[in-house]
């Protein structure tokens, strides 16, 4: 089995997939009452034509093993980490409609919250210590299954990808764990 070791993710390293979601290097946009900062639009989703959509993931630890990715087309999703427990997130740009796994690459996102681009090969974040739990908020409207199945988001398919071969995902910190 083919083995993609994680990276510690940085805004540098991660910038071909998406970006982290961090305090801007900027002054807030409101300050009130020298106890509240605000900045605003961290996350820029453009002018979306329907409302985004905030949910929550929970996600339990297992096997660091990758067999299929999944691509939305037009949307964005943002994953923000609400218990800072260690995870990996893998990510491949898109060639031809498929993933192109010679590019692909494991991210250790050490508590990070992250944005992947619309048009990412992608699948959610794996923890692999203890559970998670992930807010995930997309670019667009409400995510159904439609009656063939498929899994859409407003009215855009999400494809899924099975890989011809699992990739088992390495994290040096499991090795110092163990």
Not at 51 to 64: D, F
Not at 151 to 171: E, K, W, Y
């Amino acid at each position: 089995m083919k083995a993609l070791h994680a990276v510690p993710i940085t805004a540098e390293n991660f910038a071909p997939f998406g970006w982290l979601i961090a305090r801007p290097d900027r002054p807030p946009d409101l300050v009130s009452r020298g106890d509240l900062k605000y900045w605003d639009r961290i996350v820029p989703y453009g002018e979306a034509l329907v409302a985004p959509n905030l949910g929550v993931l929970h996600l339990r630890r297992h096997e660091l093993t990758v067999s299929s990715l999944e691509l939305i087309p037009d949307h964005k999703e943002s994953y923000f980490d609400l218990e800072k427990q260690p995870a990996v997130l893998v990510v491949a740009p898109n060639k031809s409609g498929k993933p192109d796994m010679k590019r692909a690459k494991a991210f250790d996102l050490c508590g990070h919250s992250v944005v992947v681009n619309a048009g990412v090969w992608h699948d959610h974040p794996y923890p692999y210590q203890r559970r998670s739990k992930y807010a995930l908020l997309t670019s667009g409207g409400t995510i159904v299954r439609d009656t063939e199945g498929n899994v859409v988001v407003n009215d855009t398919q999400v494809f899924r990808h099975q890989l011809r071969r699992p990739i088992r995902i390495v994290v040096d910190s499991e090795a110092s764990n163990a």
